[in-house]
């Protein structure tokens, strides 16, 4: 079983920076792909970017730019850097992870994914 425990979230003004943390309980990273996904309130469950084993990452067009993901493997932590955050972030962001190697195209598909943490709350304003 893998526990995956999301931080730094909270409030910030609209041009402003914020960065999560997802401490994952083990090694989560040999053949898988970790990422974000977020959720509004009254809309579907989003990918925001994910990364597999080469060091590949993938972001949603509405992050590109914006949004930075990395991975301490060290410390089996993945974070993401949000800066010049929008009204539109607002939502619950969830990490996930899964270990079992995935087609690239499913890479921003949350039903890919089957290791979700709790969620850390941005909200933009």
């Known amino acids: 079983h893998v526990q995956l425990v999301e931080s730094g979230g909270g409030s910030v003004q609209a041009g402003g920076s914020l960065r999560l943390s997802c401490a994952a309980s083990?090694?989560?990273?040999?053949?898988?792909?970790m990422g974000w996904f977020r959720q509004a309130p009254g809309k579907e469950r989003e990918g925001v970017a994910t990364?597999?084993?080469?060091?590949?990452?993938r972001y949603a067009d509405s992050v590109k730019g914006r949004f930075t993901l990395s991975i301490d493997n060290a410390k089996n932590t993945l974070y993401l850097q949000m800066n010049s955050l929008k009204p539109e972030d607002s939502a619950m962001y969830y990490c996930a992870a899964e270990p079992d190697p995935m087609p690239p195209a499913a890479r921003l598909m949350d039903l890919a994914y089957n290791y979700w943490g709790r969620g850390t709350q941005v909200t933009v304003s």
């Open positions: 990364i597999d084993t080469d060091g590949s990452t």
């Open positions: 083990r090694y989560m990273y040999d053949n898988g792909c």
